[in-house]
């Protein structure tokens, strides 16, 4: 296969060991890959360059995107902020259903999809566009450590939050060079059956259990997520095993998340999780004594709310991706009676922003609309200034009982290209429009669930009534 752009870059690479005859051993995930000279490993973004294993990822990312916390499963560290969500290519698994597996499995990776960043450009976004936490996310930030490292260290120093949203099958070495500089550790445990993980993601769960007690012992913030795929890992025995393995060998305070599947990659010839049985797997952990258990890709539920388990006030509303704190003080206790909400906040959140009710009459705009429709209940909306001055753009929710919601305003850098995303946020909500002035672009992108990336504009359509994405994957004949 000839050589992407994105993989002439060889950054050097930690946690290499030196074999005979120029060959090197990776151990940043338990594959602990041999890999000679001109190869790479299993997740094809590390490989050995004349000797040397080197990182072909290093600052190569999907567009840094801002969201919300909620987007990566965690629903118990200052909820509702706005994060900058930064992935890249690759991944040491590689499961049969991964909904980001256009970057994900680095064969699929067209340039056009990838980006370049510094660390110092990562930071920087992020403090322009008054954004307190980063995270590290999509298809997996293990395969993309000294990238990570080096960025969080950096937006650490200058009082940047860092969260690591991942599948965890990770090395003890690795791991201990993340605990110093990661703040917060959202666990996608793909299901707590041995020969699931061997078949389905083509890993195994020991190092992924042994590496969440790892950064649970460390005393950093932890929630634990599982994705219930039909029929494959949504049983009632399934939830009891997460339950347990949450509630003894971590803490039952760990937020736990039993996440909705949808049909994609190789699984589309099955439907998405019937949320009964989501409901049945929180109702049987909490009996278990788990404190703080929700559904995730589930809207219109209220097993995606927080409330006090002493006097049952309710903390936290959620719909979809956003959340609104009404009963918590400011040092995460119930505002009714002082329990311990096991809510951290950040030391100085940033307001929310301010909105306008018309656009600044100076200028004359394009707007894009998006309706929402079917299972696509959020967008990435990326936009431009292809102009030499600083420009506006704006968007706004539009609702059937409230038609002027406010237009949120995004400031833009000369020849600066931005992605956010908009999730539906009301159950009246209709959809978003985004107002661009001249010289500037906009781009919509559909979201199908959460942490997922689309590389596919809106205007591809979609596929299977709005349950899988677009692009199909087409198996290789033979
Ligand atoms: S990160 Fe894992 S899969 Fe990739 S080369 Fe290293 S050991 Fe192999």
């Known amino acids: 296969m ?51 294993l080197v990182s072909l990822n290093y600052g190569r990312s ?55 960043y510094t660390p110092e450009e990562v930071v920087d976004i992020a403090e322009r566009h008054g954004i307190q936490v980063i995270s590290w996310t999509y298809n997996d930030p293990v395969v993309w450590h000294e990238f990570v490292t080096e960025t969080a260290r950096l937006a650490k120093s200058r009082g940047i939050i860092n969260l690591y949203k991942s599948a965890f099958f990770i090395s003890p070495e690795a791991v201990e060079e993340l605990i110093p500089v990661i703040d917060i550790f959202s666990v996608s445990i793909k299901s707590m059956d041995p020969k699931y993980y061997r078949k ?73 999780t019937p949320v009964e049985r989501l409901e049945h797997a929180r109702r049987v952990s909490l009996d278990m004594g788990l404190e703080h258990v929700y559904l995730g890709n589930v809207y219109d539920t209220e097993s995606t709310n927080t409330w006090c388990r002493g006097c049952g006030l309710l903390q936290i509303t959620r719909y979809g991706l956003n959340a609104q704190l009404v009963g918590v003080t400011p040092d995460g206790r119930c505002s009714g009676c002082g329990l311990d909400a096991h809510i951290k906040r950040v030391p100085n959140p940033v307001a929310a922003q301010a909105t306008l009710d018309e656009l600044p009459a100076h200028e004359t705009y394009d707007l894009a609309h998006f309706d929402w429709h079917g299972d ?22 539009v609702r059937r009982d409230n038609p002027n919601t406010g237009w949120t305003r995004i400031a833009l850098e000369p020849q600066e290209s931005y992605r956010f995303i908009s999730a539906e946020s009301f159950n009246d909500e209709i959809g978003v429009v985004v107002a661009v002035p001249n010289g500037c672009t906009s781009s919509l992108h559909q979201v199908f669930d959460r942490a997922h990336f689309p590389t596919t504009e809106a205007a591809a359509g979609t596929q299977n009534a709005d349950i899988t994405p677009l692009p199909l994957y087409v198996r290789p004949t033979r």
């Open 62 to 116: 999907v567009h840094a995107t801002e969201e919300t916390i909620e987007t990566e499963a965690v629903f118990h560290y200052e909820p509702g902020a706005r994060i900058l969500s930064m992935g890249n290519i690759g991944c040491m698994l590689n499961c049969d259903y991964c909904h980001n597996w256009k970057t994900s499995q680095a064969r699929f990776v067209e340039d056009k999809d990838v980006f370049h």
């Open 200 to 272: 389905i993601t083509k890993g195994w769960i020991e190092p992924v259990l042994e590496a969440t007690e790892q950064v649970y012992r460390a005393g950093r913030h932890v929630e634990v997520s599982t994705l219930m795929v039909t029929d494959l890992s949504d049983s009632e025995q399934n939830a009891r095993d997460m339950a347990r393995f949450v509630g003894e060998c971590l803490g039952p305070e760990v937020p736990t998340h039993f996440v909705r599947f949808h049909p994609d990659y190789k699984m589309t010839d099955t439907i998405r």
């Open 376 to 397: 696509i209940r959020a967008v990435h909306v990326q936009v431009e200034n292809t102009s030499d001055r600083p420009q506006e753009v704006f968007h706004r929710r």
């Open 2 to 52: 000839a050589k992407k752009k994105w993989q002439e870059h060889g950054y050097p690479a930690q946690l290499a060991e030196q074999l005979e005859d120029k060959v090197v051993r990776c151990h940043l995930s338990p594959r602990n890959c041999k890999i000679r000279p001109g190869q790479h490993g299993f997740c094809m973004v590390r490989a050995n360059r004349d000797g040397e």
